[in-house]
């Protein structure tokens, strides 16, 4: 992804993205020290722009990591960024990491460097997968106790068990991978969170212990204004036995029907098929909540 034409916002400057480069004795590459968002613009506009940065700024603070700059003044790059490239609808990813000042576990001379780079990508999942709804598998890995890392913040080291996950996942030909919590509970995908329909209720697992995504938070709002219950609580995996339809949330995954979780089907129905027409109008601008 590093050869192609562009330009990569780089600690306050634009960078040619051939030349956006890090040293090999970077701290955030030893030792995880990097933190990250992925947002959207949609027709010029990025969707809860100011709500991805706080929480990188949030991600970083849980990291014991400084960014040098202001939420507005990360704001401002994002936008930046898109319209150096010609961008109007974009994915965006800005991230956040301990350079290569100097190395071990100790990092405390390190600067925290940050870079934004933004890209077309219109589907995170296949648009045929997505019409079928998407099949999962189970993960062996489960989401760690927040005893056991800083669960809430969108840190790359969460992502190990993440990638891992789907590998295997796409190695048995499934397009992802769904992770219990460390006890056994429903969790998230690899890179999105669930929710699962029953009789005209909306259930999705409580984010106690994984990230309570930005686009989680808007269609649970979202489904709560369109006057649908929307239960927060913890899911046991032999409940999805019980559920009509499911869909993923998230930044990239947008909203995304599952049909299969391991052993249990769903099929996209009416309640998943309206919120992802209202999703795609609120996201556009065309569907104003309150
Ligand atoms: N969980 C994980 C592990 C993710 O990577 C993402 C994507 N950032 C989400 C959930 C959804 O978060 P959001 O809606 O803020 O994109």
Known sequence: FDDRDGWIWLDGQFVPWRE???HVLTHGLHYASAV???ERMYGGEIFELTAHTERLFKSAEILDM??????????QACKDTCAKNGLEDAY???????????????????KTHVAIAVWDWPSYFSPE??????????????????????????????YMICT?????????????????????????STGSNV???????????????FLN???RQSVIKLAREKGFEVVERHIKPEELAGFTECFVTGTAAEITPVAEIGEYTFKPGNISLSLMDDYSKMVRRQLVMA
């Not at 400084?66 to 704001?75: L, N, R």
């Not at 965006?92 to 390190?110: D, H, K």
């Open 20 to 22: 956006a480069k890090v």
């Open 36 to 38: 990250f968002e992925g």
């Open 66 to 75: 400084e960014i040098p700059f202001t939420v507005a003044e990360i704001d």
């Open 92 to 110: 965006l990813r800005p991230i956040a990491w301990r350079g290569s000042e100097m190395i071990g576990v100790s990092a405390q001379n390190t």
């Open 129 to 158: 997968a997505r019409a079928k709804g998407i099949r999962l598998t189970w993960a062996k890995y489960k989401r760690p106790s927040p005893e056991t890392e800083p669960v809430h913040a969108k840190a790359a080291g969460l």
């Open 164 to 188: 891992l996950s789907k590998h295997a996942a796409e190695k048995e030909g499934y397009t992802d991978a769904m992770m219990l919590d460390y006890r056994g509970y429903i969790a998230e």
């Open 195 to 209: 929710f699962f329909i029953q009789d005209g209720v909306i259930h999705t697992p409580l984010a106690d212990c």
């Open 213 to 215: 995504g930005i686009t």
